[in-house]
T-cell receptor
């Protein structure tokens, strides 16, 4: 079954404690991206990756890091989380970054930073 | 920067009625997509419409695109309780030279049984 898998689904952490949210896709997609979703602000893109070892900033990259060492995995790293990073996070993948193919989304990670 | 803006923000209708939601965007696009999100879950792709297309259908869904007005609409006919969800449009940004998807803030649809 085609899917994007994020882990964990829920996470509560303390300010400053490094964390990683994993994302894996089984469709051999080249394009992967991370979004955060906040009430009233919709989905905002954090980082995206066109292919292995190729990443670029989205609209809200501050405080986040990503890596793309393998095609299937695109982890999101918060080196020093802060309360304003409390949000619902989604990973997505698609064949290309041209919006001419559908994107598949993970089920989301609800992060709370206290 | 917000490219897509959905309207209305919230919509409540009776089962069997049609639901129409709109998306406006600021700069020219190549493609526009609509997604559905059930409460707190991942987005699910509904339909893709390209800039050279004016209308597309998929089951009970009808999407139109008016590039002169920079707007798109999603019509759900004969709505069902299961259509209760948030609906988002997503656009690309070819003029920026980047490969970003830009989502709007969504329309929350509630279908009453």
């Amino acid at each position: 079954e085609a899917q994007v898998t994020q882990n964990p689904r829920y996470l509560i952490t303390v300010t400053g404690k490094k964390l990683t949210v994993t994302c894996s896709q089984n469709m051999n997609h080249e394009y992967m991206s991370w979004y955060r979703q906040d009430p009233g602000l919709g989905l905002r893109q954090i980082y995206y990756s066109m292919n292995v070892e190729v990443t670029d900033k989205g609209d809200v990259p501050e405080g986040y890091k990503v890596s793309r060492k393998e095609k299937r995995n695109f982890p999101l790293i918060l080196e020093s989380p802060s309360p304003n990073q409390t949000s619902l996070y989604f990973c997505a993948s698609s064949w290309t970054g041209l919006l001419n193919t559908e994107a598949f989304f993970g089920q989301g990670t609800r992060l709370t930073v206290v | 920067s917000q490219q897509g803006e959905e309207d209305p923000q919230a919509l409540s209708i009776q089962e069997g009625e049609n639901a129409t939601m709109n998306c406006s965007y600021k700069t020219s696009i190549n493609n526009l997509q609509w997604y559905r999100q059930n409460s707190g879950r991942g987005l699910v792709h509904l339909i893709l419409i390209r800039s050279n297309e004016r209308e597309k259908h998929s089951g009970r869904l009808r999407v139109t695109l008016d590039t002169s007005k920079k707007s798109s609409s999603l019509l759900i006919t004969a709505s069902r309780a299961a259509d209760t969800a948030s609906y988002f449009c997503a656009t690309d940004s070819p003029l920026s030279g980047t490969y970003k998807y830009i989502f709007g803030t969504g329309t929350r649809l509630k279908v009453l049984a």
